[in-house]
């Protein structure tokens, strides 16, 4: 019976993931036009973090809010996209393993057709993860939710960002090729939306011990059974 009470409640612990942080741009604060730099300060909904975004452009760029995937606001960028540009997302996983990644994101025909994720634990050397991905068009509106343009990565193999106080992930225009096809120009907007951070807590050394010791006792039990009979 003690084995079979350490098992019940031990196990859920170890398994169950919960979000860290989440932006969904209803409330986060931003706009205005920025020449060939950083706008940042972007709070996150829930936990905390920092988003940002990066633009070479040496014209204005408009950070503004678009419409959302199935709400009011996403955060959206328009104008003189260039390969490299890039929205950033910063948070601790300090106590978290296991990182999953997921969010909307989608432009307009003009705007840039290909992205890719990549990692750093430093801000300063980024890793790629995965393979580029295709952005199409939008057509957001606040009243449905379209899971069209809904992207996920499952980052558990990366254990390096585990445990980390703060953990860098960009989202990086890869292509000059636009959504409509042809080069990346006049008009061109990209948004992102319900960007969410979910991982697995670093169990606790009493839950561990608990856990080994259940296994342990378990054994035990078994092999005095085997004896016996």
């Known amino acids: ?20 942080t989440e932006w969904t741009f209803e409330t986060s604060e931003l706009g205005g036009q920025i020449v060939g730099n950083w ?40 104008n003189d996209w260039t390969v490299g540009d890039f929205f950033q997302f910063a948070i601790s996983t300090a106590g978290y393993q296991n990182i999953a990644i997921s969010y909307d994101q989608a432009g307009n025909l003009t705007g840039p057709g290909t992205f890719f994720l990549e990692y750093s634990i430093d801000g300063r050397t980024f890793t790629k993860f995965g393979s580029d991905y295709k952005v199409n068009v939008g057509h957001w509106t606040y009243s449905s939710t379209s899971t069209t343009n809904s992207f996920s990565f499952d980052l558990s193999s990366v254990t390096s960002i585990n445990g980390q106080p703060t953990v860098y992930f960009r989202v990086v225009d890869g292509s000059t090729v636009a959504i409509g096809g042809g080069t990346v120009s006049g008009y061109e907007e990209d948004g992102i939306d319900n960007f969410l951070v979910s991982a697995q807590p670093v169990p606790e050394p009493s839950t561990m011990a608990l856990a080994v010791l259940g296994g342990t006792f378990g054994a035990f039990i078994s092999k005095r059974k085997r004896v016996k009979s």
Do not use: C
């Open 1 to 20: 019976m003690l084995f079979a009470t350490l098992t019940l409640f031990t196990t859920p612990q170890l398994t169950k993931a919960v979000i860290i």
């Open 39 to 78: 706008i940042t300060n972007i709070t996150a909904e829930v936990g905390s973090g920092t988003a940002s975004a990066w633009h070479h452009s040496v014209f204005p760029v408009d950070y503004t809010f678009v419409n959302g995937n199935g709400s009011y606001r996403a955060f959206g960028v328009t």
